[in-house]
């Protein structure tokens, strides 16, 4: 079996009980499924076979180096955020030709990092940052390979903190300032123009914004084109949603039969940027109930993991399912599934009906492979997470847990204060 399932009555990954897994690793810790990531982005390949774009895993989802190797393995691409994500693409030996650079923020030293190791573009955000490529790029003797992120203003019917495409959102160029932008960008002599990016958001759980999004791109590209302007690569960054309650998202395959009108008329390599749709159904956050607090108005179970380590309930309101990783026959209890945290928004799950659990039983946070460890933080002064990879029947630790001496080892006391 491949990912998460249920059989007489426990929780398995692959081969092994997960239970077996809690009782010989201190909760709480992330693990994942080996086999659901592979064929999660094997979806994406077979789906997009026709079309053949260049596939760049949007790093930020979860960027733990083994699911980057997986997924280098498998000939994936890159999209990176940061020089932190770049340099773990680049330890995970994602070749430096599928990797692309995106953000409205980047610093000069990420600039460099990414033109020192030949990176395949730089998804531009601004005209004040083509300048910036331009110097830096003059500076060491390259041309900087870019792509104008342009700004469609539409609706991807997400979540408002995942969506990127409206003409208010700090991302993108305005297509009309767009145009500008790729007649001011060929006057640079240190930068090279190879396509277009465009990203509308996460979480996405229709098809047609992806369409609506490309029938105002087409027009954009024909200006484009009569102006001198054959772009090589066309970057339809966003990604497909996940079933996290009873959201029907497409899957792979549909979006590229939508996509495929507008590439039989472009000739243009597509960019897809999937990350959430790849591991977020492939992990699970492993966490330990120390009590339950029964009330007049409301119930609490009382688990060790908290919103610095799994923050999506708080910040996003996100919807995780929460099950016992062995069920019992003790009846159910409706609770909100709360953490140690010493904040009122520290919750996990808000009314939930489960089977009643006891101290020290464990819970599964599912789906929780993107966005997890990788939005955790140190709050409450709480070291990160040790993460886990089920390969068939067999576990490996993919990250170490933090200690509390790592924790605090960073920093310092003034002698002044001595």
């Known amino acids: 079996m491949h990912g998460f399932y249920h059989q007489n009555g426990e929780l398995w990954c692959e081969g092994l009980p997960v239970r077996e897994i809690a009782e010989e690793i201190p909760t709480p810790f992330y693990l994942y499924s080996y086999r659901l990531i592979k064929n999660n982005y094997l979806a994406y390949k077979e789906g997009f076979r026709e079309i053949n774009p260049l596939i760049c895993y949007a790093c930020k989802a979860n960027p733990n180096l083994a699911i980057l190797k ?9 999209d990176v955020l940061s020089r932190g994500e770049l340099l773990r693409a680049l330890k995970a030996e994602i070749p430096t030709s599928k990797i692309v650079f995106n953000g409205n923020g980047k610093k ?26 331009n110097e830096l790029a003059g500076k060491i003797g390259v041309k900087a390979r870019i792509a104008l992120r342009v700004n469609p203003d539409l609706d991807p019917q997400t979540h408002p903190y995942l969506a990127t495409a409206f003409s208010k ?5 305005d297509l009309k300032s767009a145009e500008d932008g790729y ?5 640079l002599p240190h930068i090279e123009i190879i396509g277009v990016h465009v990203h509308l958001g996460s979480q996405i759980t229709k098809v047609s914004p992806y369409v609506e999004c490309l029938e105002k791109l087409l027009g954009f590209l024909v200006r484009l084109k009569e102006k001198g302007f054959n772009l090589e690569y066309v970057n339809l960054g966003g990604g497909l949603g996940i079933v996290y309650l009873d959201e029907t998202p497409p899957m792979p395959q549909e979006l590229a039969k939508a996509l495929g009108p507008f590439f039989s008329q472009v000739e243009a390599k597509l960019i897809i940027e999937p990350g959430r ?10 966490t330990k109930v120390l009590y339950l607090k029964e009330g007049g108005v409301k119930n609490f179970i009382v688990v060790d993991a908290g919103m610095n380590d799994f923050i999506r309930p708080t910040l996003y309101g996100g919807y995780h399912r929460i099950t016992p990783l062995v069920q019992n026959e003790d009846g159910e209890i409706t609770a909100d599934i709360v953490g140690p945290i010493c904040e009122e928004g520290d919750f996990l799950g808000r009314d939930r009906t489960i089977p009643r659990p006891q101290p020290g039983d464990y819970l599964a946070v599912m789906d929780a492979g993107a966005y997890g460890a990788a939005m955790s933080s140190n709050y409450n002064s709480r070291p990160l997470l040790i993460e886990i990879m089920v390969v068939n029947d067999r576990s490996y630790i993919i990250r170490k847990g933090q200690s509390l001496e790592e924790m605090v ?9 001595y």
């Open 70 to 78: 997986i997924l280098a393995n498998l000939g994936a691409g890159a």
């Open 108 to 133: 000069k030293e990420e600039i460099l990092y990414g033109l020192e190791n030949d990176i395949l573009m730089f998804n531009v955000d601004s005209r004040q940052e083509l300048v910036l490529l």
């Open 169 to 173: 959102s700090k991302f993108g160029i």
């Open 183 to 187: 007649e001011f960008a060929v006057t």
């Open 277 to 286: 749709s790849i591991v977020g159904k492939a992990g699970i956050l492993v």
């Open 409 to 417: 080892n960073r920093e310092i006391i003034p002698e002044v204060l």
